[in-house]
């Protein structure tokens, strides 16, 4: 049989047209391809919990730019939205993306895991869409997408570094995305050159096979990580040593080549600004998250690494006032977790740290998922915010955009209540017995021993001026008390005129975090060296310890009881740590708390018979946060209620000022006695 | 290999091949051996091991030839002429010590610990720190395959076996740049009649286009993807279940993808040459048995092995009156651990090894009891492709399971992985 001859020529020929044409067919469908979109990930494979990331293979993660790869890979896109969910998207760097955590214990993992419900009935569930990178044209790339996914809220944690506007273009994925990036650029009017020359050539032969090989093939090798992804729950490389963030600095004064003193031009608010534009109806909240604060080598010029503290206050200063102009719902945490819980740069966080953070933007998100974005006909955004306490919902904004009306908030309410819920009798000697402590008046009285302690005290001293607080991350000053250090602008709206003694009085300790305060702590924490902070503390010394060595308060807040071991043991705990503080010579200031955690309220009773028993103040915050909407406390599931809604932490906050304001009215006479003693110092 | 490598060579190749044939080509084929042995030479650590290494690669070469080919009766066994008895027995001893000296290498270079004490004595004499000496430091090109084929040569000239063979085209077989890296292992005779008998045309030279796509799909595209989710020491502790699964089959076809698609690039780039190099796999996953897959699976180094060391073996032990099975034995065992050794000095490799020579054993006694039993027996018309099938996959299987041993360096772990694979889980 003849097998007829063929050329070898004409097959060639006929291959290479077929490529050219397949070539063109593809670059003349362009974006309408859409190749990312076609993923195994949540069809075959689960979702990633978060944007795909990666630069070695041991990650089984990868760094590509094609977004809708990047989203459709995500779980975000497992279908669409369920009918009960609440959705927030997180976006940020790579903090929030959670380098060196495991995925339930980033931002938004830690969010889910609180449990948090809207009140019309819906789960909050936060979506990690981080991404490393410092730049906000990069989340707004990212925002843009995000909309896609129907979120109720958008929460934007950012940080200075992702400001400058000379380096909007430096983020990879922004390069690698020109069309997206300049009909952004085009549609806001942003200050960004769209023919900059970092922007990778988007030509006719970029848009081939040929030209789109790298970008096509990181697409498949996405798909194939994907199974090892599945089969190992392994997202990111970890390794063993990452290194720690640096303590001492460099005596550089320099920020981007940006002249002080900064400048609103010098950063890019034209584009967090079109984020929230873009944003539409979904509300936004923008978050300063936490940095780290050296201590080390030329920390009087430097925060960190990334900052000059000047760059970095006026940056504060700015934001601040961009936020309270353009009605922004804004939450600066910018030194809300303490250095031990920052890993190996001076904006990652911990586990425990995160947790923190995560409690904090908890405490913004809970309200306005509690509001409801479904029902709501205008935007409800959180009104214009404080340095880091935002004044209450239902407050319109200046830049007004059909905001809610005013209403006497619930914690004016509160205030507003008459006594015995407000004030109580400042005599201890008809105090009724501890099982009646609810009865017990919010605002207490100091013994005549108490007072000759703190007489003692300060002429052997102590320092009247100071107060600490002994509490867990409920009491840090962010809220708890620290706005009285901010400008009065910023303090809940209350009556303050016969407050302004103790505020000028302890002026500095407001704002102060202590040694004392810690996530997670306990009586017995409070006590043990373990918990004591490396950075400030001596070896061997317990977090009381140190904190009334540092700084030498006249007054001790004891905030404790929602973390507890064994009740009994609380009580033990409690009592030893008074007598630590009764040794110090300072006045301790017991409190109730208004959770129930335990279940049986035995520990507000533990703690009334302490203070009952050493004839110690109590201050019974618990009958005021009695009178607030679910005892003052978040509708959550996993925690119990134990958190505290943001308008108990204004309450409690005003509450700790007027016991401090009752208790120095006492001792003023006193303190004024010992310092003319001593020559009037 | 890198891909834009392989091209360049694909370029270089159909250049040359377009040359007329003859003593110009040849020539031309010679010279770019030579600067192909230092162009592909990895780069080293050890300080200008990088010129020495190609350069010890031509000197090997050489004092093979001189030692075997040089003349045009190299080993003639006429002992008439006593200056001729002379030099053969002077030769025959020159052979032996180079024979030793490739095994030596080979031996130096496949066990770990010898890698090292001579990485340490090269950094010594090149004054680095021997402190810093690793395994893999001594990167010598394609130093496994050029020992096997200046091996075969010796030995070929020891039974008077070889043909004459110019320097020029010694050169060329030995390190004939598409096969000098990974194979497959030629026969001089073979090649050296390929060489000055080419038989490149238009015809050829599509197919030899169609090896090299079909090689390059198969190395970049196939085997570089399946790296991906093949199995390896760090994923192995990751994963059990199903899970463990997929990784070993990803293991078994990316191994085979790369060795083929190695191979299937050597062929088609010794095509554009107008060398027709020989196979080295025949779908070795689809054999019905263990004995069927070796003679599928690296064809060259199987028959490599059965040529000079299996036939060999049981031949001296059957002149020595040992009893055929025993010498068979004795002979598969060998043969088996070291070409499990072969791939590396070292205990999963010696398993992997001993595991293919216990499959082949019971595959021998398996056909031994079946011929007798089923002799002359007729089945029916679907019962012998079911059997074929059967045996197929028993027969991948048996190979996937022993790729464990092959890919975990640790047998502890590779012990922990087959007894997940089989349910066992700690």
Known sequence: MNVPAFSPRKVILKALVLFAGMNLLFAAAGESMAIGRLSTYNRLVPGRPRLPYGERPASYNLSLSDLDAMFAAHEISAGGKPAGEFRVAVIGDSSVWGFLLDPQDTLAGQINGLGLGSQDGRQVRAYNLGYPTLSLAKDLLILERALEFEPDLIVWMTTLEAFPKSAQLDAPLVRQN????????????????????????????????????????????????????????????????????????????????????????????????????????????????????????????????????????????????????????????????SGGEFTNTALHLSPAGTGEVAALVAGAVGPLAQAGAAGLTAPARIAPASDGMPAEQGQTSAAGNGALPAQPSIFQQALAAPSPVKSGDLDNSSRLPPEQWREWPVVPALSPELVARFRDGITNGLDPRA???????????????????????????????????????????????????????????????????????????????????????????????????????????????????????????????????????????????????????????????????GGGLLVTGDHGGNYLTREAWNVRSVSGLEVLAALWAQLEPYAAEVASADGGE | MTLPSVLLAAALASLIGALPPGNFRNRFLALSSVLAVYWLQPS???????????????????AVWAVTCKGQHPLSRDDSQPDLAAGRSRRSLAGGLLAALLLAGLVILKTPDLAVIASRALRTLANQPAALAETFDIRWLGFSYLAFRLLHILRDAASGRLPAVSLRDFVVYALFPPALAAGPIDRLGRFAGDLNEPHAHPVKRVEALSRLVSGLVKKFVLADSLALISLSPANAAQVDGPWLWLLVYAYAFRIFFDFAGYTDIAIGLGMLLGIRLPENFNRPYLKPNLTAFWNAWHITLAEWFRSYFFNPLTRLLRRRNSPAWLAILAGQVSTMVLIGLWHGVSWNYLLWGAWHRVGLFVHNRWSSVVRVRYDGWQPAGWVKPAFHAAGVLATFHFVLLGWVWFALPEPVQSGLVLGNLLGARP
């Open chain 1, 178 to 337: 020109p069309a997206a990036m300049r009909e952004l650029i085009e549609r806001f009017g942003l200050d960004l050159d769209p023919r900059d020359s970092s922007f990778a050539s988007d030509g006719f032969w970029e848009r081939t096979i040929a030209g789109r090989r790298r970008a096509l093939a990181d697409v498949f090798r996405l798909q194939l990580y994907g199974l090892m992804w599945a089969a190992t729950g392994i997202d990111q490389y970890l390794p063993a040593d990452p290194g720690q963030r640096a303590e001492d600095l460099e005596p550089d004064r320099g920020f981007h080549g940006v002249s002080e003193p900064l400048q609103e031009d010098d950063l890019a608010f034209d584009i967090l600004a079109a984020g929230i534009e873009l944003a539409g109806d979904v509300p936004v909240l923008i978050v300063n998250q936490p940095i780290f604060i050296s201590g080390g080598a030329n920390s009087d010029v430097r925060y960190n690494y990334y900052y000059p503290i000047w760059a970095y206050d006026q940056y504060r200063v700015l934001l601040a006032e961009q936020a309270e102009a353009r009605g922004w719902a804004y939450l600066d945490l910018w030194d809300a977790v």
């Open chain 1, 467 to 629: 107060f600490s607080v002994i509490g867990d991350c409920q009491s840090v000053p962010l809220v708890f008390m620290g706005v009285f250090d901010q400008r009065p602008e910023f303090w809940p709206e209350a009556d303050y005129s016969d407050l302004q003694a103790a505020l000028s009085q302890f002026q500095g300790s407001f704002g102060r975090r202590g040694a004392g305060v810690a996530n997670g702590m306990g009586v017995a924490a409070a006590l043990s060296s373990w918990w004591a902070d490396p950075a400030q503390c001596s070896p061997g010394e317990s977090p009381v310890e140190c904190e009334l060595r540092l700084h030498r308060p006249a007054i001790v807040f004891i905030n404790l009881g929602t973390n507890f071991g064994d009740v009994k043991l609380h009580g033990e705990n409690l009592r030893r740590l008074v007598e630590a503080i009764l040794a110090h010579g300072a006045v301790p200031l017991l409190s109730t708390k208004a959770d129930n955690a335990e279940g049986d309220w035995s520990i507000n009773l533990a703690t009334a018979r302490a203070a009952y028993d050493l004839d110690l103040p109590l201050w019974n915050f618990w009958r005021l946060a009695s009178q607030l909407p």
């Open chain 2, 44 to 62: 080293s650590p050890i300080r200008t091991l990088e010129l020495w290494l190609p350069a010890a690669t031509l000197a090997l070469t050489a």
